[in-house]
C-alpha cells in the first residue's frame, strides 16, 4: 500500500482544485505502477501543495535562486539505489512541493499543466534527471509513458 502525505498550506489549491488530493493519489499511483522495482512495494512520498510566496523561499532555501518555481524535488536516496534491485520493501521517495501560482500562470489547462508537473517531480525522485539530451529524452519518455495510462 503506497502512502501519500499530501498537505495544502496555500487555501487556493484546495478552494479551485477541489478533489486535488485524489487525483494526486491516482496520479502518483498509476506512476509507481509503470516502475517495475517498485512493484509491490510500500511506496511512501510527501507533497506539499503551496503558492508562489514558498515556492521562492523554498528555491532560494534549497537551490540558491531567488525566484518562484513549478515543482521543486527532494528526493530520498541517490539515483544509483533505482539502479539495482531493489530489496526494500518500504521505500520513502521524498518530498515534492508544488506551486499553484506558477501552473497557473502557464495559460494552459491547469489540469494537464498539473500532472506532467507532479509525473516530472516524481521521475526526480526515482533518479531520473534532464541534465543531458540522453536522460533528458530517456525522462520525457518515460513521463509521457506514464501520462498516457492515466
Known amino acids: 500500500?503506497?502512502?501519500?502525505?499530501?498537505?495544502?498550506?496555500?487555501?487556493?489549491?484546495?478552494?479551485?482544485?477541489?478533489?486535488?488530493?485524489?487525483?494526486?493519489?491516482?496520479?502518483?499511483?498509476?506512476?509507481?505502477?509503470?516502475?517495475?522495482?517498485?512493484?509491490?512495494?510500500?511506496?511512501?512520498?510527501?507533497?506539499?501543495?503551496?503558492?508562489?510566496?514558498?515556492?521562492?523561499?523554498?528555491?532560494?532555501?534549497f537551490r540558491g535562486k531567488k525566484k518562484d518555481t513549478d515543482i521543486l524535488s527532494f528526493p530520498y536516496e541517490k539515483p544509483s539505489f533505482f539502479k539495482k534491485k531493489i530489496k526494500n520493501k518500504k521505500i520513502y521517495l521524498g518530498d515534492l512541493a508544488i506551486s499553484y501560482n506558477y501552473i497557473k500562470k502557464q495559460n494552459k489547462k491547469f489540469e494537464a499543466v498539473f500532472k506532467k508537473i507532479l509525473i516530472h517531480g516524481y521521475l526526480h525522485l526515482i533518479g531520473y534527471d534532464h541534465d543531458s539530451t540522453k536522460n533528458f529524452n530517456k525522462m520525457e519518455k518515460m513521463q509521457n509513458k506514464i501520462l498516457q495510462s492515466i
Not at 489549491?13 to 502518483?28: E, L, T, V
Open 1 to 61: 500500500m503506497n502512502k501519500m502525505n499530501i498537505s495544502c498550506d496555500s487555501k487556493i489549491w484546495c478552494n479551485r482544485f477541489p478533489g486535488i488530493k485524489y487525483k494526486i493519489r491516482k496520479i502518483i499511483n498509476k506512476s509507481i505502477q509503470k516502475n517495475k522495482k517498485l512493484i509491490n512495494k510500500n511506496v511512501e512520498i510527501t507533497i506539499l501543495l503551496t503558492n508562489s510566496d514558498k515556492m521562492r523561499f523554498l528555491n532560494q532555501k
